[in-house]
């Protein structure tokens, strides 16, 4: 089983629509939660932190849910620029290591 | 403020070769991280600096190796390569230990 499991997608949405990104993690030991984008061969960009308490930034909304090891994203509004693939993102323990999800690709389409 | 920077941003080498790879951080991080993510596959977590030390290694084999310079700089260097070993290498940079982690551009490393 894979330590962070998204649904790969693509999700193809019309500009304006709500998405929702879900997301799995295995180990309990988790500590820490990231949301990244990456736009196609660049490097991943932080988009947010997700906190038990959930956190909002504009369009995005991220939840934490620790009892069912799972993480959402939410964007309202989506805009043309919103288009990436989005990675869930976990730190274990301790070590420093980002583990990455494969990622999830949004289209968003006019 | 700068973002971190990575050079050079294209490297070819041949199998057999090394290459080293360089980052420096945002300025006032003090922790590095180095991945490797492979065409089509997700990111690998390679190795992490701190304070000039490395802290953890991911499972990758002893000829990826690096350090960290007193400027919180860092280097990773490639031994022997492989043609396996072509990938873009990406460093991170945060301000405290397993802080929230800061991407440069990366280095596309092509082994012929």
């Known amino acids: 089983r894979k330590e962070v499991e998204q649904d790969p997608g693509p999700f193809n949405v019309p500009e304006g629509a709500t998405v929702a990104f879900n997301c799995t993690y295995s180990?309990?030991?988790?500590?820490?939660f990231f949301w990244y984008r990456q736009d196609c061969r660049k490097e991943p960009k932080l988009l947010m932190s997700v906190y038990s308490s959930g956190n909002e930034d504009g369009r995005f909304t991220a939840q934490l849910n620790r009892a069912s090891q799972y993480i959402s994203l939410l964007i309202r509004d989506s805009k043309l620029s919103d288009s990436a693939t989005y990675l869930c993102?976990?730190?274990?323990?301790?070590?420093?290591?980002?583990?990455f999800g494969q990622g999830t690709e949004l289209s968003v389409k006019p | 403020e700068a973002g971190v920077t990575q050079s050079p941003t294209h490297l070819i080498k041949t199998r057999g070769q090394q290459a080293t790879l360089r980052c420096s951080p945002i300025s006032g991080h003090t922790s590095v991280y180095w991945y490797q993510q492979a065409l089509g596959l997700g990111l690998q977590f390679l190795l992490w600096y701190d304070e000039g030390e490395e802290r953890n290694r991911g499972n990758f084999p002893p000829r990826f190796s690096g350090r960290q310079f007193p400027n919180y700089s860092s280097e990773l260097n490639v031994n022997a390569l492989e043609l396996e070993d072509s990938a873009l290498y990406l460093c991170?940079?945060?301000?405290?230990?397993?802080?929230?982690?800061?991407f440069g551009p990366g280095t596309r490393l092509t082994v012929t």
């Open positions: 180990n309990s030991a988790s500590q820490s």
């Open positions: 993102v976990v730190i274990v323990n301790q070590g420093g290591k980002l583990i």
């Open positions: 991170a940079s945060s301000l405290v230990r397993e802080g929230e982690q800061y």
